[in-house]
């Protein structure tokens, strides 16, 4: 299979020199010079995969995955910038994206992460399903009634809290669900002591989740947390 690729970046001589490495690694591209481009491409023909630079015209990055995720909340995102800071990081997963790569970059680390992304968001099989209370994800299975996860290694029976945080999670699923909004829609306050007893239950579901390789819960450092299948 021949997987499209839109590729957004504003500086000719880095955006041939990249089109042309994906290409001769088997890519359809479609290169835009700005976001207000780069969206257009992408309303006309959903690609498979969006590579995205952030400092662009007329659009910048973070803009244009805000306003891809309105359109499809499943391609993989992956953001190539300058911008190495961890507020910068933590901007590009708040807007959409599914990964992040610091300039300058190797060629061959690019496609590794794209064919890692490919992988995971283009296997129907590892697409949410929800059906009534049993909520379905990669080779898990959430019962919201009886509150219990199966996961390949065994049945689990979680708390309350745990079921509501990980069906917030499925809700934000490849997206960045905030710390905050979870902690006011589940705890009612955000105070640091609730804080810290999300922390737990966090660490709790992520250790019985490890049991599904297709199922990764990250933790994006002063933002929140993702649920990557």
Known sequence: MKYKVLYAEDEPTLAEIISDGLKSSGYDVEVASDGQTALQLFESGTPDICVLDIMMPVKDGYTLAEDIRRLN??????FLSAKSLSEDVIK?????????LKKPFNMGELLVRMEALLTRFGNPSLQYAPSSNRKIFGNCTLDTVSQELITPEGQYRISYKETA???MLLEHRNTLLYKQETLIKIWGDDSYYNARSMDVFMSHLRKMLKDDPKVELMSIRGAGYKLIF
């Open 73 to 78: 909340s499943t391609v993989p995102i992956i």
């Open 165 to 167: 945080i990980l069906e």
């Open 92 to 100: 590009g997963f708040g807007s959409g994206g599914n990964d992040y």
